[in-house]
């Protein structure tokens, strides 16, 4: 696909990869539509993207959401699928001054999946639907994964997401490709964005440490990921890892 025929969807687009992916699809002559929680900080985006409130949590938002996008844009054959969140605990741990026993709590596990999981398959239920329908061919979803879909000590939440998000990749590789849709994974390891700027410095400096190529990614690295995803109609199903060569060591 060229990127100036995309009309595409970005969720969680308001701030950090979600913001950079809008600016740099709208650069390269895309049309797009934004999506987030925080409506006030969409209005930050360029005035040319379509910028409306979105909670991927809720169906209905959802579906009214993508009809909107389509109205907008004159169409849609394309999906970024970023909009995530953390809460990052142990499932289980020992307290060391009072010894008491303190676990993950519900609400953290369910806030994690229904943004992560739930909401990001609403969105490829809903996008790819509308695509089938209007026969909009090629079509394109790129799902963000991580890194940490290997495990990651105190993200059990987080994890069981974006592993389930990579299977599922395939999974819907698999059923959409007879229709021209492909479903390409991006699995991101440490990037700048505001939701790792606030890590204390000490950890950042032995995370550094351990990537290969010396630093932690920004957005634009990811971006040239989903650049390549977008543009290269061979591949499908695969999640791609950047992340400096973390997972390597």
Not at 25 to 41: H, N, P, S, T, W
Not at 77 to 94: H, P, Q
Not at 112 to 135: H, I, K, P, S
């Amino acid at each position: 696909m060229q990127l100036r025929d995309v009309k595409v969807i970005v969720t969680g687009a308001a701030r950090g990869m979600g913001a950079h992916f809008a600016q740099r699809l709208l650069e390269a002559g895309a049309q797009v539509a934004a999506g987030d929680v925080d409506e006030a900080a969409l209005d930050a985006l360029p005035a040319k993207v379509h910028k409306r409130k979105l909670d991927v949590r809720r169906e209905g938002d959802v579906a009214e959401f993508v009809g909107w996008a389509r109205d907008a844009m004159g169409g849609l054959n394309a999906l970024v699928n970023n909009a995530g969140i953390i809460r990052d605990g142990l499932l289980v741990r020992k307290d060391r001054t009072t010894g008491e026993i303190k676990t993950m709590t519900t609400e953290d596990w369910r806030a994690v999946l229904d943004v992560n999981l739930t909401g990001a398959t609403f969105m490829v239920r809903e996008v790819v639907a509308r695509m089938l329908a209007t026969e909009a061919r090629p079509g394109i979803v790129v799902n963000m994964s991580s890194i940490s879909r290997l495990g990651n000590k105190g993200q059990s939440n987080y994890v069981a997401t974006k592993a389930a998000l990579a299977a599922n990749t395939l999974t819907w590789a698999r059923e959409f490709a007879p229709h021209g849709i492909r479903v390409v994974a991006i699995a991101p390891g440490m990037i700048e964005t505001p939701m790792t700027q606030g890590m204390q410095q000490k950890a950042r400096d032995a995370l550094v440490a351990a990537i290969p190529v010396g630093r932690i990614g920004v957005p634009e690295d990811i971006w040239m990921a989903v650049k390549f995803a977008i543009e290269c109609d061979y591949v499908n199903g695969r999640t791609l890892e950047i992340d400096g060569g973390l997972t390597m060591t």
